[in-house]
T-cell receptor, first 110, second 115 residues
């Protein structure tokens, strides 16, 4: 079945640093999404990407849909303590299930 | 819009008992999805509904699991004869199929612990 490889598994950074994480897939997706999950809560959508090559920003977050449609990255600039959490990429073919990566645990030291 | 809501938020049960979870999607969202998430992993798809029709089921959904969406609004997920391996977070998501951007929005989840 489809699998998403997300890296890194965890990151420990200082407040103010930039962060980059990425996902690769063995299969093509029509949509890439990035979610953030806090402990005991459901995933919250951060950015959605719908076209190959698309680069989208949401505040300090920037994400790109790879041109091959098999990868995506998420950048967070000038990290702050509330950025702590688990970040998941997810791929989707039209209107169907999401396939999630294994997550990147982000820790931000003040 | 109120978000996706799930009830209960936490459930502790003994092995062999039946449990039922409820999900209320965002109003007017006609697609509803169930996922399961174990510790340290991303959510895994279980099943989804379009209106009241169950359109797809994952092979993760054993015959002890059943999901319904009788009126095309809220949905229930029942697990019969629970096993310790069923301990997980059960997440519900909804979307409005037909929009150009049918993004899935998640509820807060139901944390199940089977003793």
């Amino acid at each position: 079945g489809q699998q998403l490889n997300q890296s890194p598994q965890s990151m420990f950074i200082q407040e103010g640093e930039d962060v980059s994480m990425n996902c690769t897939s063995s299969s093509i997706f029509n949509t890439w999404l990035w979610y953030k999950q806090d402990p005991g809560e459901g995933p919250v959508l951060l950015i959605a990407l719908y076209k190959a090559g698309e680069l989208t920003s949401n505040g300090r977050l920037t994400a790109q849909f790879g041109i091959t449609r098999k990868d995506s990255f998420l950048n967070i600039s000038a990290s702050i303590p509330s950025d702590v959490g688990i970040y998941f990429c997810a791929g989707q073919t039209s209107g169907s299930r999401l396939t999630f990566g294994e997550g990147t645990q982000l820790t931000v030291n003040p | 819009d109120t978000g996706v809501s799930q009830d209960p938020r936490h459930k502790i049960t003994k092995r062999g008992q039946n449990v039922t979870f409820r999900c209320d999607p965002i109003s007017e969202h006609n697609r509803l999805y169930w996922y399961r998430q174990t510790l340290g992993q991303g959510p895994e798809f279980l099943t989804y509904f379009q209106n009241e029709a169950q359109l797809e089921k994952s092979r993760l959904l054993s015959d002890r699991f059943s999901a319904e969406r009788p009126k095309g609004s809220f949905s229930t997920l029942e697990i019969q004869r629970t096993e310790q391996g069923d301990s997980a977070m059960y997440l519900c998501a909804s979307t409005r199929q037909g929009k150009s951007t049918d993004t899935q929005y998640f509820g807060p989840g139901t944390r199940l612990t089977v003793l």
